[in-house]
């Protein structure tokens, strides 16, 4: 297959990860804030909106599965963590734990990827090695900034939810944090253009 058409592949991939990432999330904030402004659903609203949250990311990784016939590793990790702190959520009534679900995503990925480069390895690579042909030495740069950047997003989530309410920890998912991840993205993309080894 031509390089090109494997890139735009990959390309088309990934605006698709990062849509089945986006929507359970825009699913959750928008059915707490209509759920929290309903009298009767009010004080229940943070967990019917953790059960739809759950449902939307397994819908999510279901599509994955049908249309490409995998899924994501990254969306495996993270739909096992959402299921389980989701979950704990329900069963013990207790929203803590679904906002502790992005600081052990975040720390899961820095240890992986960490861990990958400690035993010779880069996941970085792995991950879009098929995307991009670059030489070992920018593999490694963007492998340890992203390290640092998910470092910097479990503190920050560590942050706003220790010093903040409930709605302003989850309304701050759309509005600032993944705007954060497309900057640091956009941030590294000329220096993927600049190595990048055309064929």
């Given at each position: 297959m031509p390089e090109s058409v494997?890139?735009?592949?990959?390309?088309?991939a990934g605006a698709g990860s990062l849509l089945s990432d986006l929507g359970p999330i825009a699913i959750?904030?928008?059915?707490?804030?209509?759920?929290?402004?309903?009298?009767?659903?009010?004080?229940?609203?943070v967990y019917i909106a953790t059960g739809l949250f759950i449902a939307a990311?397994?819908?999510?990784?279901?599509?994955h599965k049908r249309k490409n016939g995998k899924v994501p590793p990254v969306l495996i990790v993270t739909g096992v963590l959402i299921v389980v702190f989701?979950?704990?959520?329900?069963?013990?009534?207790?929203?803590?734990?679904?906002?502790?679900?992005p600081t052990i995503v975040n720390g899961f990925?820095?240890?992986?990827?960490l861990g990958s480069l400690a035993i010779g390895q880069n996941i970085w690579k792995l991950f879009f090695g098929h995307a991009f042909d670059l030489p070992d030495r920018i593999w490694t740069i963007l492998a340890l900034r992203w390290a640092g950047f998910f470092a910097f997003m479990a503190a920050l989530n560590e942050y706003v939810r220790l010093n903040h309410s409930f709605e302003f920890w989850l309304n701050t998912r759309p509005l600032f944090v993944f705007p954060l991840v497309?900057?640091?993205?956009?941030?590294?993309?000329?220096?993927?253009?600049?190595?990048?080894?055309?064929?």
């Open positions: 494997e890139r735009q592949k990959s390309v088309s959750f904030v928008v059915a707490f804030n209509v759920l929290q402004r309903i009298e009767s659903t009010k004080d229940n609203a990311t397994l819908a999510a990784i279901a599509y989701g979950g704990m959520t329900l069963a013990l009534r207790d929203p803590t734990f679904i906002q502790l679900k990925y820095v240890v992986a990827i497309l900057a640091f993205a956009a941030l590294n993309t000329p220096l993927v253009l600049k190595h990048q080894r055309e064929p």
